[in-house]
């Protein structure tokens, strides 16, 4: 079955970085971009930008330009998405979800808390 | 970027009633329109696509609709299971962007 698994919960300092991953199983990884979508209680969800799975090719959000980094490694079918320059208003859950749009399938999300 | 307006923000209802939440573009997105069903600590699922296509598995007490700029997802003869919160995502114009949420709870 398609599964999408996330890796763990992150508490962070301000001013660094953190890379979560997304290893998907159950499918052809290439066969879908991954995306990956913000959620805060003050703004909701929040659409941050895909990742072509197959040739690593992106496209952002404008407002996520700089602060997510998204990256592939199709060896071992995992999306990795890197925050950085982490303020407190990075603190969120980030969710990957299977392709551009369908979503049909989401990973269990990470919880990322920014505190000194 | 295209606004979704989605309301009402809270919708108290009773077991068995039928229920309507709508989410308002700000331009054309066309069928361009998908609900999410959210419950507490769970990733969203995917309810409707296309603006009025069931996904796979979503009971047929579901249906979407669209008038104009409005879209709308409505639930007959509401469950238990179905007290969540609800979103509304456009996937016509770059960003995607996605209602504020609805949230379905017990009057």
């Known amino acids: 079955q398609v599964q999408l698994q996330q890796s763990g919960a992150e508490l962070a300092k301000p001013g660094s970085s953190v890379k979560i991953s997304c290893k998907a199983s159950?499918?052809?990884?290439?066969?879908?971009?991954i995306s990956w979508i913000k959620q805060t209680t003050g703004q909701g969800l929040e659409y941050i930008g895909y990742i072509n799975t197959g040739s690593g090719g992106t496209n952002y959000n404008e407002k996520f330009k700089g602060k997510a980094t998204l990256t592939v490694d199709k060896s071992s079918s995992t999306a990795f998405m890197q925050l950085s320059s982490l303020t407190p208003d990075d603190s969120a859950v980030y969710y990957c979800?299977?392709?551009?749009?369908?979503?049909?399938?989401w990973g269990q999300g990470v919880m990322v808390t920014v505190s000194s | 970027d295209i606004q979704m307006t989605q309301s009402p923000s809270s919708l108290p209802a009773s077991l068995g009633d039928r229920v309507t939440i709508t989410c308002r573009a700000s331009q054309d997105i066309g069928n361009y329109l998908r609900w999410f069903q959210q419950k507490p600590g769970k990733s969203p699922r995917l309810m409707i696509y296309g603006a009025t296509n069931l996904a796979n598995g979503v009971p047929s007490r579901f249906s979407g609709s669209r008038s104009g700029s409005d879209y709308s997802l409505t639930i007959n003869s509401l469950e238990s299971e179905d007290m969540a919160i609800y979103y509304c995502?456009?996937?016509?114009?770059?960003?995607?962007?996605f209602g504020a949420g609805t949230k379905l709870e017990l009057k």
């Open positions: 979800a299977r392709g551009v749009v369908p979503f049909d399938y």
């Open positions: 159950g499918y052809t990884f290439t066969s879908y971009y």
């Open positions: 995502l456009q996937h016509n114009e770059y960003p995607y962007t």
